[in-house]
């Protein structure tokens, strides 16, 4: 089964991230190929949300969601083709180190070369929002 991992060091905060990332309903705003996201399962299934593909409207891609705040860790696994998706977080000097584990199952192997190039521009497109959120959000907390 191929695997494999990336991480960067986000400026904005764990909590800012966090807010993001646990929140299947907001994995459009950053989770790169995606353009839409439904809760449930479109299939009638037991997922928690399901994410539809950009330029594939017909789509469906069910995924189950586990949140586990006490270990700001979020795992997503598609119902469909099961790849599985390990976010975490962990609090570095000045920001967020945010990394995944990815894991692809051998039926799905050919298809590893694209899930790097998007859970790499996930990453940056995840931290560029909780960035500009936290700015966006710092002005409150002082006020």
Excluded: N
């Excluded at 199952?105 to 500009?132: F, G, H, K, M, Y």
């Amino acid at each position: 089964m191929p695997q494999f991992d990336y991480s960067l060091v986000s400026a904005a905060p764990p909590r800012q991230v966090w807010k993001i990332l646990y929140d299947p309903l907001r994995f459009a705003e950053w989770w790169s190929g995606f353009d839409r996201v439904t809760p449930g399962d479109a299939r009638g299934g037991d997922a928690d949300v399901t994410l539809w593909p950009e330029g594939h409207p017909e789509f469906a891609l069910p995924q189950r969601v586990e949140s586990h705040a006490d270990e700001q860790r979020v795992v997503v696994s598609c119902t469909v083709s099961d790849l599985h998706f390990e976010w975490r977080l962990q609090p570095v000097d000045g920001g967020t180190d945010v990394s995944v584990h990815v894991e692809i199952p051998a039926a799905e192997a050919a298809r590893e070369a694209t899930q790097r190039d998007v859970v790499a521009a996930s990453l940056r497109r995840l931290s560029a929002l909780a960035e500009a959120e936290a700015v966006r959000d710092a002005p409150r907390a002082r006020g």
